[in-house]
């Protein structure tokens, strides 16, 4: 897209936090984001304004009305649209050098090598019970040598840690038996469970499969600001990030604590 505005010229306050080299790196990363719900869009919107080369968004979901207190891209005028849609064209108006694409629908096994195809890095935003389509989409980044970044949130409660496709991998974290078992994914991502969740909402989540927990638009902005922290670390300095599988790190936004819990604790 043309632009009166030269790339220099809207990203010149990143120089002095970034290299002129690390910008450049930025400029040509591109990212895939399976998911453009409450973590995948604000984690488009902090990319663009960072000056990334393409944005990959995949999601099958409409917005609606209830998502407005917490979504980006979520509008009155957007309801009923497709989220990754919408959330395309809002992220063009922030970056006329942005590349971006979008599938309006959930990643499978049908699309993710199309999705993944010569991406740098890669968001997991799906939602928290698609179990099947998330081990999809790490196995995929995983045989493609693909970091995997992603983060929880439920109430004052959020995670966030990533996938080193030469360490352990989302199998380790959900599997039991060789299958899929959502209370084990709970204990992973909330080794602290949020206020007034108690045994009983635990087994009503896996006997429904939905999560009915109040949620507003702090912790999903928080831990997308974090994600992408951590993919400066790993794809622009080539350094370790704060969080790596089986390691994970919890906020409490109403406590104001973080803590990294390693796997068993």
Known sequence: MSSEYSYDEIFQRNIGIFTPEEQEKIKNLKVAIAGAGGLGGPVAYILARLGVGEIRLADADKFEASNLNRQFGAYIDTIGKYKAEAISEELKRINPYLKVRFWNEFIDENNVDEFLD??????????????????????????????????????EILSFTSFNPSGKSILDAIMINGTPDLRK??????????????????????????????????????????????????????????????AIFIVDLEKMFIKKFEIGE
């Open 118 to 155: 010569k991406t740098d890095v890669v968001i997991d935003a799906i939602d928290f019970f698609e179990l099947k389509n998330e081990i999809i989409l790490h196995l995929e980044a995983r045989k493609r040598n693909l970091w995997v970044f992603t983060s929880q949130a439920a109430k």
């Open 185 to 246: 994914a709970i204990s992973f991502f909330f080794p602290v469970l949020p206020k007034g969740v108690t045994p009983e909402i635990i087994d009503n989540i896996i006997g429904t499969n939905q999560l009915h927990i109040a949620s507003h638009a702090t912790p999903p902005s928080i831990g997308s600001g974090y994600l992408v922290e951590e993919i400066i670390k790993v794809a622009i300095r080539g350094v370790a990030p704060l969080a790596e599988a089986p």
